[in-house]
């Protein structure tokens, strides 16, 4: 069908392909082909005026098929750029699978694609549609898609065992069939890779659907051994407030086996920002459901907040002074300066208590090479340990000079007066000054969580794959309806709001934006 060649006495089993032939005919020999007759008998198409290219055919007697009964092969007209055979459609068909491959295809490169393989000029909303028709014809469209719920959780549950699969689906009162409400996904590879390999911080946050029907995405995601994100659970509610952050939180207080016992173990950090403008449901969530936990924020979001009531690099500078202090008379000086650059905003920030990290695993020492961010981070210690002089006091007990201060060093119990040591588990400058002098390696003094044991025992755990849906089991419950609520009509925004601290211009990495 690429190409078709007609000849008289040419059967066909539709009138529907006969069509698809005489378009398929039309744009690929660049030629404005209609249709002068169409009927259940019989099709007749003509090519231009004044062109003698005609193609006719008519329903066979006894038969449901259709034969050639005139055709006249010559064009004497001239080729077109401009062809009305050519929709959306036959576009979606033909670049489906390209769209498969490569699904943020920009759609002035798909338009110059077009042009060039097919040799017509393609509108852009044209090509819109077609790319919205392609990942219907991919992916399904979405009441289908609800439709099957079920049915893809109960594959989930079947093909990877122990996993947490929990729908929310109320019956709707006036058609008497379920409506999806809310899901959560908590993969069993995804529990026990966290609860073996990574240390016990959950970064908690929450998004926009970009689909039709409106709904948010609630994300749990860990650290892994080398610095990286490690996702364990994820869940789409209906909107983001207390109740359904409560519901996501107690689905994952049984998942990551979180007991009052453990539970002050574990460190929840969020968005500030989200917290206390867009979503105050969050935080009494988190304290209502994890109250021994720590809760942290996120600096770069607390610092998002803070340029827009108060601006100066200066200020930013001496936030920055305050985020990275790891001790109490290091974070009071940071203060004091913050305090005579501006009270209003020292005030602001003294309302966000500094907590440190008091609690501490001891561990054997590391054999086995590091891991790649790791490494690199070592490296950066290493290289900047060059100003440290470190004096040795008697067993493992270092004094240490260096141009802003002097420490104490005790590598028997891996710690540091600064206490950043203590705080992120790999040694400071100060202590790989001392480890140098006592002839001993930085890695062996790291601790374990950041160890490629710690990573095999994270990614240990498959996530095992699933077949498409014609091949799922069928659980004969009645199919899920969509949310009520859909998003309105309108062009989508593809691109998240960006904050003032944000200053590069994406669209010119030579100029600054002209917004903050």
Known sequence: MEDPSFQLGMKFSSTNDFKDAIRQHAIKHQRNVKLAKNDKL??????????????????????????????????????????????FGIIAKRYMEDF????????TSFKERVRKEMKCDVSKSQLCRAKRKSAMLIYGNDIEQYGKLWDYCEKLRRSNPGSTVVMDAPLDEESGQPRFNRLYICFAACKSGFIHGCRKLVGVDGCHLKGPYIGQLLTAIGVDANNAMYP???????????????????????????????????????????????????????????????????????????????????????????AKSTYVASFQHAMTEMNEEDTDACKWLGEEPPRRVLRREWIRKLEDPLLSNIYWKLEMLVNNSYECI???????????????????????????????????????????AAIQKSKQEPESFIHQCYSKEAYAKAYHPLIMPINGHDMWPKTGFTPVLPPLEKRKHGRPKKQRRRDVTEYINKKDPTKLRKLG
């Not at 019989?42 to 005026?49: D, E, G």
């Not at 869940?235 to 207390?242: D, Y």
């Open 42 to 87: 019989r099709v007749r198409a003509k090519c231009q005026k004044g062109c003698p290219w005609e193609v006719y055919a008519r329903k066979m007697l006894a038969e449901e098929s259709y034969q050639v009964r005139t055709y006249r092969a010559i064009h004497k007209c001239r080729l077109s750029y401009t062809n009305r055979n050519l929709n």
């Open 100 to 107: 498969r491959i490569n699904p943020s295809m920009p759609i």
């Open 232 to 322: 364990i659970s994820y869940a789409v509610v209906e909107t983001e407030n207390k109740e359904t952050w409560m519901w996501f939180f107690e689905l994952l207080r049984m998942d990551l086996a979180i007991t009052p016992t453990n539970e002050p173990e574990f460190t929840f950090i969020n968005d500030r920002q989200k917290c206390f403008e867009l979503c105050p449901g969050l935080l009494p969530a988190l304290a209502e459901t994890f109250p021994s936990a720590e809760h942290r924020h996120c600096c770069k979001h607390l610092l998002a907040n803070f340029m827009k009531k108060f601006r100066g690099l200066a200020l930013e500078e001496n936030f920055w002074k305050c």
């Open 390 to 432: 470190a004096d040795w006091c008697g067993e493992l007990n270092f004094q240490v000079r260096c141009p802003y201060g002097q420490y104490t060093v005790n590598l028997a119990c891996h710690t540091c007066s600064c206490r950043k040591w203590d705080m992120t588990g790999m040694p400071c400058t100060h202590a790989i």
